[in-house]
């Protein structure tokens, strides 16, 4: 808050207090709720049974949604499809790209988990193009 002082104009002078607030807890949840309005969208968490089945179905979508989830997996692996490839998905494949880029922005995410669906996606991703070998559990 700043406040000044009336009188001589050419001795005004400006005062300045700072309030301190006491420190208050924020639920995680209030937290979450305000960086996805920031974002401006609804993190959705991921289905992995159903991302499992669209890559087991093979195609397009198949491969588009194993390449998108293990370049999210693993930051250091390039996601090599244009995003113009986007408009070849249906709603539901839509959706699982959309789940895909928030794996780690949603509560509850666990990287065992992760983990395990990268196994999965890289066993269908090899089986796809025939070169099948068993995930380690």
């Not at 159903?50 to 179905?57: E, G, Q, S, T, Y």
């Not at 397009?60 to 390449?67: K, P, T």
């Not at 995410?109 to 995930?135: H, I, M, T």
């Amino acid at each position: 808050m700043i406040t000044t002082t009336q009188g001589n104009s050419a001795q005004a002078q400006t005062e300045r207090s700072i309030k301190i607030n006491t420190v208050r807890r924020i639920p995680i949840s209030e937290i979450i709720k305000q960086q996805n309005q920031e974002r401006g969208l609804e993190p959705l968490a991921l289905e992995p049974e159903l991302l499992l089945k669209r890559i087991a179905d093979g195609g397009h979508s198949g491969q588009f949604l194993a390449d998108a989830f293990l370049s999210a997996y693993r930051t250091d692996k390039p996601f090599l499809h244009s995003l113009g490839e986007l408009t070849k998905l249906d709603n539901e494949a839509f959706r699982l790209f959309h789940e895909i880029l928030h794996i780690r922005h949603v509560s509850g995410w666990s990287d065992d988990a992760l983990y395990d669906l990268e196994k999965r996606v890289k066993f269908l991703s090899r089986a796809e193009v025939g070169q099948q070998e068993k995930p380690q559990a």
